[in-house]
């Protein structure tokens, strides 16, 4: 096994065998709904109750027991636990289906479904149930002072410095399910080492493929095991 520094990006495509919706494909998330009212600080301002109960519905979904990590979740977390060198696995994604999946050295950069910030006091709580506007935060005591613990647009992805850090010293870069169309994730691909290896597994092309060498197309809860299975196997499926 290679003891190279390997740095995974993952995007809604990862998930959706598990059943979440990603955003951008047929009937995805912004076909329902428009960015600017469910995931943008002014949406939030303009109307509380509807973005409530877009991350309500989201966060009721994720918690129903049709919702697992899928093959693809489990692979990663596999790989991470055998892989030599370092490994970090950073994901756009709220769900929390990579940790489940056993994922430990993990990065949440656009926030996660099951936390909730005071929007005073600026904590973090788990959060499972439903949030309405009324709803109280524990550290202030006072009605209306939570919001998702999600990333909006307009605001600044969670963790960068971290995520630099390791893209420029990164041996091996892969990316997995994502459409190449929010930045900074999606010119993570432009920080790493010349001579470093890049891996994009899709189901199509995106919008960033011309950056990445080897390309993966099919469905990641296939593809994701296999290009797994060949590193186990002392292979280096990032040079074909
Ligand atoms: N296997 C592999 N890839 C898949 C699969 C699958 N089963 N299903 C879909 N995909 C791919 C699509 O081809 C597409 O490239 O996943 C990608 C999904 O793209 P988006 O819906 O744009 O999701 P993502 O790239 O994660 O979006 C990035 O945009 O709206 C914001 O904050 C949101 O984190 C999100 C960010």
Known sequence: MP????VVLTGAGISAESGIKTFRDQNGLWEDHKIEDVASPSGFRRSPDLVHAFYN???????????????????????????????????????????????????????ELLKVRCTKSDQVFSWTAD?????????????G???PHIVWFDEIPFALTRI???????????????????????????????????????????????????HIFGPASKMVPKFVEKIIKGACPWHS
């Open 57 to 111: 519905a989201r966060r009721a979904q994720l918690q129903s027991s049709k919702v697992t990590p899928n093959a693809a979740h489990k692979a990663l977390a596999e790989l991470e636990s055998r892989w030599k060198g370092e490994f970090l696995l950073v994901t756009q994604n709220v769900d929390n289906l990579h940790e489940r999946a056993g994922s430990k050295n993990l990065l949440h950069m656009h926030g």
């Open 131 to 143: 949030i309405k506007k009324d709803t109280k935060c524990s550290c202030c005591n006072e009605p």
């Open 164 to 214: 630099y850090v390791a893209l420029q010293k990164c041996d091996i870069f892969v990316a997995v399910g994502t459409s190449g169309n929010v930045y900074p994730a999606a010119g993570f691909v432009n920080f790493i080492p010349a001579w470093a290896s890049t891996v994009e597994i899709n189901l199509d092309e995106s919008l960033i493929s011309h950056s990445f060498r080897e």
């Open 3 to 6: 003891s190279n520094s390997m």
């Open 145 to 147: 002072t939570l919001r």
